[in-house]
């Protein structure tokens, strides 16, 4: 479409999407205001009208744009490149087909196929191995636990004594989407390792430290590149087998000592109320930047500490 007269476009003309675009004009103002008053004041009257017209024509050809990156097919996304990104682009082409590709989970494995497991010396060891891991799928992959919030299976998994407390806190135990959220028929990606420590008497420690990537449905909604609808969820766990006789029966089993998240590219409002959604669900929120911590999206690096959701 030829852009000259853009501004007369009849979808621009829409009285109601106007009315949008004036409100979104005007918190754009408000952020750069923020932003500039720190350099040099701005002044309101001459800026503002301009600024209206200017985010109409700009909002139509950033949502023209915007549609843009959703590839119909592979043919038309840029093939992906031998070493993933250490970090996830703002801006690039997404195949919702393949909406791992150039993201720093292009190379993981699909899955729990993506947790390594070190080996086992005795068939203790392996059966602890084996649990954890049963946990670690249902607690971070299980779709009754994402979506739906059914957390059954996974509680059952655990010793009995604990059980209550994982039914009354799911958000200390499990990864749960915000309701109306839902995967593309694209599985997670995952990667991450487990390692054993000996524990106290009759007990068996497992340290899990992992990081999952999910790639969500943006169904109408126009998406600039994979961070808005990638949120990537790593991990540090720390599960302690007991058994034996100097635990009583009901302890015996499965435990979920600790237990720590670091959400990368979520939606704040859902992060606050111990949910996952993609940023894609929210618009118009001012944070704080943060500098760029490796271990965002390698768990091999240590644990990120900046926070701008709350």
Request: net charge negative.
């Amino acid at each position: 479409m030829d852009d000259d007269g853009i501004e007369n476009h009849p979808d621009l003309m829409d009285p109601d999407w106007q009315r949008h675009a004036e409100k979104e004009a005007w918190v754009d103002f408000r952020r750069d205001r923020r932003r500039a008053s720190r350099r040099r004041r701005l002044s309101f009257f001459g800026v503002a009208a301009v600024l209206v017209v200017a985010a109409v024509v700009g909002l139509y050809r950033w949502g023209k744009a915007a549609s843009e990156q959703y590839a119909p097919d592979s043919a038309n996304a840029a093939p992906p490149t031998t070493t993933a990104p250490t970090d996830l682009p703002d801006v690039a082409r997404v195949d919702l087909s393949r909406p791992f590709d150039n993201t720093p989970a292009q190379n993981w494995a699909e899955g729990i196929a993506g947790l390594r497991l070190p080996s086992a010396a005795t068939a203790e060891t392996r059966s602890a191995l084996d649990q954890v891991k049963q946990a670690i799928a249902l607690s971070s992959l299980d779709l009754d636990v994402l979506e739906r919030h059914d957390t059954a299976k996974y509680v059952a998994v655990l010793a009995p004594d604990q059980q209550p407390d994982a039914h009354a806190h799911p958000d200390g135990y499990v990864v749960r989407f915000a309701d109306g959220y839902h995967l593309l028929p694209v599985p997670p990606r995952m990667n991450g390792s487990l390692t054993v420590h000996p524990g106290k008497a009759g007990e068996l420690d497992i340290h899990a430290d992992y990081i999952v990537a999910y790639a969500f449905d943006p169904g109408s909604h126009l998406i600039t590149g994979p961070a808005d609808l990638e949120p990537f969820i790593r991990v540090q766990a720390d599960y302690v087998l007991r058994s034996g006789s100097g635990w009583r029966s009901t302890s015996r089993g499965l435990w979920l000592d600790n237990l720590d998240f670091y959400n990368t590219d979520v939606a704040c409002a859902a992060s606050k109320n111990g949910l996952v959604a993609p940023e894609f669900s929210e618009t118009n929120v001012t944070a704080a930047s943060l500098s760029a911590e490796p271990g965002r999206f390698d768990p091999a690096k240590p644990m990120p500490t900046g926070d701008n959701c709350h």
